[in-house]
């Protein structure tokens, strides 16, 4: 299945680094490879590849090498600066792309070695805009049962769709995990997992997780930074002009893969919008240089609203999601009204849009359709 980036991506090669990153098994080498059979002469290079990691540390490439793929390049020491030194002393032809199922945007937190070097793209699960490129009629039920990563969502039947599930699962904390950091107690990490497998679309505490699996608070939140790190799971803060108080409000998590979430439809729904959304601010910051990011709005009152999109921390846009509420929500209204934001209620089972002011009561079906990406 194409993937829509492509066409940036390649774009982004004739000026910098690019990295491709995103959850295991999303497509990201298929993407890589299916760009380099654009290119003549493309070499691909896996760092998990013991005869790879010979050719990587000597850079044994051919000279006439038009693209350069490296993958799980995070996993060798002082990638940074390797990365650097081939990017400033590589000949005008050459083009590199970096790919891995790690953050590795996260080196911005430690150093500036590639500072100006590089373009990010997020390649995440399959949306409803990306499959409607594909089929004139994507099936929403599907997308929301089975995810969006490409292999369980093409398979024939369900059966082989919960097989790859099932060895997903198990290689996600066997082996992402325990290569991505040392875990002393491999039961606890596995154990906070399967609590965020059904503490979803929830302000999560993780004080009340520490006492469930009997940690501590500290390393609750180290493993769900982990499982971040590795595009587990993802937060959604509370949206605050001041920064450091979203920071210490309790986020809530979502799971990239929705086939993970263990829930009713309602909670499975809402994660697949949560992805939908993520996935198309994602794709504006990576492409258009925007600074977007995806919230929650909640009071103490007892007021709240599913999302809310921020633009250099002011609000751009509220969402509620609902299976099949068309009457206006008391908390969208009141935070419209409160914010004078513009507002979306988008219902999975709608039988006609409304568009009241500021707000609209879209059709879920229509409204993913329409996403950026």
Known sequence: MNRQQKTQIIKDLDKKIVFLVGPRQVGKTWLAKTIGREFSKTVYLNYDSLEDQVIIKKEQWLENTELLILDELHKMKGWKNYLKGIFDTKPESLKILVTGSARLDIFRQAGDSLAGRFFVHHLLPLSLKEIKYEQEQPDLNRLLQRGGFPEPFLATDDTEADRWRSQYIDSLI????????????????????ELLRRKVASPISYASIAEDVGVSSVTVKKYINILESLFIVFKVTPFSKKIARSILKEPKIYFYDNGLVVGDEGVRFENLVANSLLKSISGRNDSLGLNEQLHYLRTKNGHEVDF?????????????????????SKNLSYFS???????????????????????DIVKAQNYLEELFI
Request: hydrophobic share 40%; glycine share 4%; net charge positive.
């Open 308 to 328: 809310a999109i921020s633009a250099n921390n002011n609000l751009v846009e509220i969402q509620e999601v609902k299976l099949s509420k068309g009457d206006l």
């Open 174 to 193: 066997r082996t992402d995990v325990l290569d991505f950091e040392k875990i002393n107690d491999y039961k606890a990490i596995k154990m906070v997992f």
């Open 337 to 359: 009204t409160k914010y004078s934001v513009k507002a979306k209620q988008v219902v999975k089972e709608l039988k006609r849009e409304k568009h009241l002011g500021d707000i």
